[in-house]
């Protein structure tokens, strides 16, 4: 969810390649975040071939890479047919590109980099401060978690759907 609401910001609301990019991150996430031995011994080059992790990841970036392009260039060819009218981080960092005033020229691949780090990081140091927070206070954890029920009980799951009818969580 939290990709979700942040490619949104990021990219716009009408990315064709949304889903993909998240289901891509998710795999990236889960291939990147288990043990691996080659962690533990990364000079020792014969490790990361035997493992299989290392074509797994780079077949895992080249669909990210793909991915992230056709985003960069639909975005690029909505802007040049007049129909952009988005306030996003791509549209943004496109404009710049466009106007070249910076001291080293931004690419697609500088703009790709930064619209695969913008959010995943941050988001997750943001989810981790605030629940830190109300494990260390009992009663804002138990608001929370009532208002949460009260407006997703019925679902079963917390989704995008409801997230304007969490009123505790504004304040």
């Not at 998240?22 to 990147?32: G, N």
């Not at 695969?116 to 941050?122: A, D, I, K």
Request: aromatic share 4%; charged share 25%; proline share 2%.
């Amino acid at each position: 969810m939290t990709y979700g609401m942040t490619a949104r910001v990021a990219l716009g609301n009408k990315c064709k390649e949304h889903e993909a990019l998240i289901t891509a991150i998710t795999e990236d996430a889960e291939a990147t975040c288990r043990f691996a031995v080659t962690d533990v011994f990364p000079s020792i080059k014969v490790l990361h071939v035997i493992s299989g992790m290392r074509p797994k990841l780079e077949k895992i970036h080249r669909g990210l890479d793909e991915i992230l392009e056709n985003i960069v260039k639909d975005h690029k060819a909505t802007k040049t047919r007049g129909m952009d009218g988005e306030n996003d981080l791509l549209s943004f960092l496109l404009n710049l590109q466009q106007l070249g005033v910076l001291e080293v020229p931004l690419t697609n691949d500088h703009i790709k980099g930064i619209m695969l780090v913008t959010g995943s990081e941050t988001s997750c140091s943001t989810v981790e401060w605030a629940m830190s927070k109300m494990v260390k206070t009992p009663q804002v954890m138990e608001k929370v978690q009532a208002e949460v029920r009260q407006v997703f009980g019925a679902k079963g799951n917390v989704d995008e759907t409801g997230l304007q009818d969490l009123k505790f969580r504004r304040r």
